[in-house]
């Protein structure tokens, strides 16, 4: 078995102003970290309206392709080429748990942008066009006839939309570590879900790597543990390093790998070691770059 990198060429064509965080370099700087391993190098799709309208209405798809060039928020942005970005992303995360779920990969992952966790169900924002990662769930269960999909979120910033697109859906758990107070001003202990799927696990600015490990192992892995689900799904976001400038974590690059290889065991556990990552944030380039290779090296020793 081995792991899929999945990514596409377009998603370098989705331009931001100067001087935004969001920017093309990051996905180069992953490629650069990326190119000596030993991977399945796969080109992602185009996603579908099918696969979009799983966690977002019609009106949500409308609003972004007939949105134009230009802000859609103060941080979000629109190029000429955004929405084929966008659908590419889409169609990264389908594919990687078509591949996974059909056992033609061990795990998967998708280094595509724009990122997705703070698209909420009819709202763009925060960088983010189109919830990847919950679309990914929802294929995975009304696709591949699962029952269970936990979602894992170690971005620094909550995840607000995909807590918005799971939050009725009790075959989904999603759990978020995350800083507050930080952008978008969601993910307090007292969210929980309509049906106690949800688990928030706020991180105080300045909080190191072992802190987080300390809350992964006594709030987060205990609670996918009991939900022993049948696929792990990861927004792998990297901006928690100790060098990344929209935040004030300090993590370094140990601390995602052995996330990911506690997560890894859980997957080992109950789902066959499937696993799907999706990048999500990460503004320092090196500290982007070095963590993603410590995450996607612990896939590709995991997958083996």
């Given amino acids: ?24 370099a990051r996905l180069e700087a992953v490629a650069d970290a990326l190119q000596n391993f030993d991977l399945l190098r796969l080109t992602a799709p185009m996603g579908e309206d ?16 007939h949105a134009g060039i230009g802000a859609l928020d103060p941080d979000t942005f629109m190029s000429e080429d955004s929405l084929t970005a966008a659908y590419r992303g889409v169609g990264a995360v389908v594919k ?12 998967a992952f998708c280094a595509m942008r724009p990122p997705g966790h703070h698209a909420e169900r009819e ?19 009304e696709v591949h006839g699962l029952s269970r999909v936990a979602i894992m979120d170690f971005d620094v910033h909550h995840g607000n939309g995909t807590q918005d697109l799971v939050w009725e859906d009790a075959r989904i758990l999603f759990a978020s570590t995350h800083q507050m107070p930080l952008y978008p001003g969601t993910g307090a202990a007292s969210e929980k879900g309509a049906h ?31 939900f022993a689900p049948e696929l792990i799904l990861i927004s ?3 901006d928690a390093h100790k060098n990344d400038p929209l935040a004030n974590l300090n993590w370094v690059e140990d601390d995602f790998a052995w996330a990911t290889h506690q997560l890894y065991d859980l997957a080992d556990k109950h789902c066959d070691g499937r696993v799907v990552s999706t990048l999500e944030g990460g503004y320092d380039l090196d500290g982007l770059a070095a963590s993603c290779a410590a995450h996607v090296n612990v896939l590709l020793e995991r997958g083996k």
């Avoid at 990198?5 to 969001?22: K, V, W």
């Avoid at 099918?50 to 392709?65: E, G, K, M, N």
């Avoid at 779920?101 to 061990?106: E, Q, R, Y």
Wanted: aromatic share 4%.
């Fill in 196 to 226: 106690g799927n949800v688990l928030n696990c706020p991180l105080d600015p300045e909080t190191d790597g072992m802190a987080f490990r300390k809350v992964m192992e006594e709030q987060v892995l205990p609670t996918i543990d009991a």
């Fill in 123 to 141: 709202t763009p924002m925060g960088f983010c066009l189109f919830g990847n990662v919950a679309i990914a769930a929802k294929h995975a269960l």
């Fill in 96 to 107: 990687a748990v078509d591949m996974v779920l059909t056992g033609k990969v061990a795990n």
């Fill in 1 to 24: 078995m081995t792991t899929a990198l999945i990514t596409h060429p377009d998603c370098l064509n989705h331009i931001t102003p100067e001087g935004h965080p969001e920017r093309v």
């Fill in 236 to 238: 792998a976001g990297f």
């Fill in 50 to 65: 099918s696969h979009i309208l799983r966690a977002h209405p019609q009106a949500h798809i409308d609003r972004i392709a």
